[in-house]
């Protein structure tokens, strides 16, 4: 299990700050546009009322008001995971930029390593338990 | 879930002609019992293992708030989809949300769908931020954040305690929930009450003993079977119930006939199966009120520190909706109710609609399935009420005992203190939901979903941005926190003349209707920017900051979070 991650604030206790580097290269907007579309879709469609407040038309004898709503809930589900590969993508491509620049040297291959350790790690989150 | 919970307050307008004369006394159901002994058992078991899973041989004391209240910050995908689904969807709301449609209605139920719905974009915006600040400081509570990010004590102690508050008449909600169970089963009949409570009184002294001994770990991985028992009932009654009872489409018709009934006592219907007009700002602004508030209890930010990379609770973002379809069908189930012409029948002979599911579940099932059903719910309870427990005490440990206290505390007499803190946490709900009133909980609870969506300013701001001033953020805080508790008040139920009668009134000024915590939040937001925008006309200086903006950023491989060496780290995976 990793040891407990050390250290309140800094200040707090009277040690010295860090040195703040970049841990992300520099930001694209269009994949934060669009995500921030889709999130947005998600936490508004479900909220306007008077598109769903009626009885017909009927789905298995339930009124449309019940079934739209659970309905969403795939859709809401769907434009999350949309957004969240276009973050992932984004935010790995950010990161590689600043691990490139790190790692830079003749014979080592910074963003390779970087998308292999990645994959690991979603490997193992993905396994749940160790 | 919250603002759920305003709606038992307004239950008695159920109309009181179908109490049959039942005296209320309940015989013991007993194949259903046995099951429900049997799995709190095996819940009892893992429990107490919880603080061997994933603790290497010198940890397993649990000796620092990181191992014992937040597992370790190493929960994965999987791990974390039970545990927020069983710290976000508790008994209570399994108890409350069915109990609600089947007395009123569309409204003041099934607002709990849009609700849980809109609640994941937000999470999936906010929390992978407040994940890496957290992680990069070792912050454990949302106000360990705030007094990081804001210098200080006075704000972050507010947002501590009004964590605590908030969170205390949730966990003995957990123990109402609990006890809807309880009754159903037939226990509580009897004619001593030490008797009828003491169920109720072991299954919590059992929860703190593991709590105490495994921390989060616990619940973490009881709720695990517990979901998976909640899914099986539900399946399986929305499966079956309906084909039982002629379909959705009378069961549809029975609900319709029932809340379209005018009550004699207010003159009105009991409720709608579709919302009108006039109710649409009070829905859409409870569930988006509701929604924004959930992410804010100090429980529901426990399960996101513990989760072990910053994606991790984007991840759940995408698949955790799928507890929301669950519990958009457990409401329906109150619906199936009124067609089956269920009988909640509480312990005093009155009809009591939070029994609804349960004793629909003991009257239409085979009683070993009831059992299983109704054992979901009950060990539903344990779930969110650990958690609770936990963040609650890691908020006393850390934002009043160390901030105001003992500023040099060890993590390890941290671990401590929160450990004995959970217990008292713990009794403190127990002696509450046994000595009081019911409906002081309820009231308390519908107060806190309020009080708890005052903290979403200085939180969610301060993700964002250093540009508010602390004590303008203090002063709308305050103001959201007392208009919010003056509204509900003055919320009278109609039927029986009591405050606190729900949660929902009209905009000062105005006759929209709307959920006051949304009014009383705006009215924070507003104080407090306009707060800023004085104290900077008059130059006054705000500047502490212990964070950094790339703090917010980082995730578990990068360098300056990562204290675990490489070969351990290899080791691990």
Known sequence: MPQPVPSPDAPRHGGALRPDTPVRGPARPGPYVAAGVLVAIGIVLPLVVPIYARHDPELAGMPFFYWYQLLWVFIDAGLLFVAYTLMRKEDRRRRDVVRAAQGSGPGSHPPRHAAATDAAGDATEDGGAR | MNAVLALPASLSLATPADVPDAGGHRSIAGGALVVVILLFLVVAAIGFLASRWRTSSEERGLHSLDEWGLGGRGFGSWVTWFLLGGDLYTAYTFVAVPAAMWATGAVSGFFAVPYTIVLYPIVFILMSRLWSVSRSHGYVTPADFVGGRYGGKVLSTAIAVTGIVATMPYIALQLVGMKAVLTVLGLGSGSNSFVNDLPLIIAFVVLAAYTYTGGLRAPALIAVVKDLLIYLAIVVAVIYLPSKFGGWGSIFGAADHKLSTTNPATGKPAGALIPGATSFNAYWTLALGSAMALFMYPHSITGVLATKSRNTIRRNAVVLPLYSLMLGFLALLGYVAIKAGTMPVDTNGKINAQLVVPQLFLDS????????????????????????????????????????????????????????????VKVGALVFVLGMDQSSAINLQLLGGIWILQTFPAIVAGLYTRWFNKWALLVGWAAGMVYGTIAAYDVVNPATGKHFGGSIAAIPGTHTTVYIGVTAFVLNAVVATVGTLVLRAFKVKDTADSTRSTDYEVDEDDVRVQPVPEELRAELS
Do not use: H, Q
């Open chain 2, 365 to 424: 099932f085979p009683s070993w399935f009831a059992g299983v059903a109704l054992a979901a719910i009950a060990i539903g309870a344990l779930v969110p009420a650990a958690i609770m427990s936990i963040a609650a005490s890691n908020l006393f440990t850390r934002n009043i005992y160390r901030d105001l206290i003992k500023p040099d505390v060890t993590p390890r007499t941290e671990a401590k203190i929160s450990k004995l803190v959970s217990l008292l």
